[in-house]
């Protein structure tokens, strides 16, 4: 009986020795122990432990996918801004800034006393002006080459109803009469919201079935047309010819945008504005002369025309006059001397020295940053 006990000793030993072992494994995996009672691993463990780590460490962050919305060209959507465009690398970037950002180009009509455009005049003909300080013209065309992007709008509200028809029937002219190879076109419409109603194209058809299907609509917002038709023309590039032709009985009422902000928009796409004002009400007492000055203003900064048809039957006349003027349009270009400082509006003026002529042009740009 004596012998039973010594027998089973080392078998407790060989247990508590087991159960030691355990947990002194135990307690160096813990992850709470400090670092020097951790478990020791080899260097090709740590190795690759540490390019595990640090690969989940560098791995994008998952983003939330958010359906986008339809685009700018779609028919029937209210104009936004699109995002912007992805960046070009820095030679690229270089290069363009020592090409495009430098030059300024002028577009000029150029007017006899019967409001007629004057063609085929000389570059010497002509003196720049920048803040008051001749500059020197690089580039001149008289008569520019460089295409028309256009964005028709009409007014659709109640106010502009009495003659919409008329309107509809004279767009549609103006845009199978003024559209050349190169050109594109595009139809909106405005009352209490900004609506695109056809892509720019030059598919005459679609785009004077466009016009006439603009159906009524109730508010007038001139200042957002005028803001949103600007970024509208500026997305489509450079080197093109930017122009609003507004029509509307300038009764301004909706807009969420203010006079300043249509204007510099205006100013800094280099938007040229041509309004047409129809009045369903002759006597300035019962309509919106405010809103006829502000268009005034901003047709004036930009270097276009303002129209005042007595009837509904001259808008044929007054498109005419519109296509005649974008046709004989001289284009000057120059490099500014002394250059403004960045992000800032300087003051343009062009003289013509021959004959009794007027020159038309924006009155100012803004410079790059």
Request: proline share 7%; with cysteine.
């Amino acid at each position: 009986m004596r012998m039973t006990p010594q027998r089973s000793r080392p078998a407790l030993c060989l247990s508590v020795f087991a159960l030691l072992s355990c947990a002194i494994a135990f307690s160096q995996d813990n992850p709470n122990r400090p670092p020097w009672a951790q478990k020791s691993k080899s260097s090709s463990n740590t190795s690759s432990n540490a390019s595990t780590n640090s690969a989940s460490n560098t791995a994008p962050a998952p983003t939330s996918s958010t359906p986008s919305s339809s685009p700018v060209g779609a028919p029937g959507m209210i104009v936004q801004p699109t995002p912007a465009a992805p960046k070009e690398d820095a030679q690229e970037q270089r290069g363009r800034i020592k090409v495009n950002v430098n030059l300024v180009s002028v577009l000029v009509s150029v007017l006899d006393q019967n409001n007629r455009p004057a063609p085929d005049l000389p570059i010497e003909a002509f003196q720049l002006y920048e803040e008051g300080v001749q500059q020197k013209i690089e580039v001149f065309e008289s008569e520019t080459s460089q295409p028309l992007d256009l964005a028709l709008m009409i007014d659709a509200s109640l106010s502009a109803h009495k003659e919409i028809a008329f309107e509809r029937e004279a767009a549609a002219h103006f845009i199978r009469q003024v559209l050349r190879p190169g050109d594109r076109l595009s139809v909106f419409s405005f009352d209490e919201t900004v609506t695109q109603r056809a892509s720019f194209s030059d598919n005459v058809p679609v785009l004077q079935e466009a016009v006439r299907k603009i159906p009524d609509g109730a508010g007038t917002s001139i200042y957002d047309a005028v803001l949103l038709g600007s970024r509208a023309l500026e997305r489509r590039g450079e080197d093109r010819r930017r122009v609003i032709i507004l029509v509307t009985d300038a009764g301004e009422t909706t807009s969420r945008a203010d006079f300043d902000a249509a204007r510099k928009e205006a100013v800094r796409s280099n938007v040229l504005l041509y309004t047409i004002v129809v009045r369903p009400v002759k006597n300035e007492s019962g309509r919106n002369t405010a809103g006829e000055h502000a268009l005034e203003t901003m047709t004036d900064t930009t270097g276009g025309a303002m129209f005042y048809p007595d009837t509904a039957s001259e808008l044929d006349i007054i498109f005419d006059r519109i296509d005649r003027e974008l046709r004989t349009q001289y284009r000057l270009g120059y490099y500014p001397n002394p250059r403004g400082p960045a992000d800032t509006y300087r003051a343009i003026e062009v003289k013509v020295l021959s004959g009794d002529y007027h020159a038309r042009h924006r009155k100012s740009y803004l410079t790059g940053p």
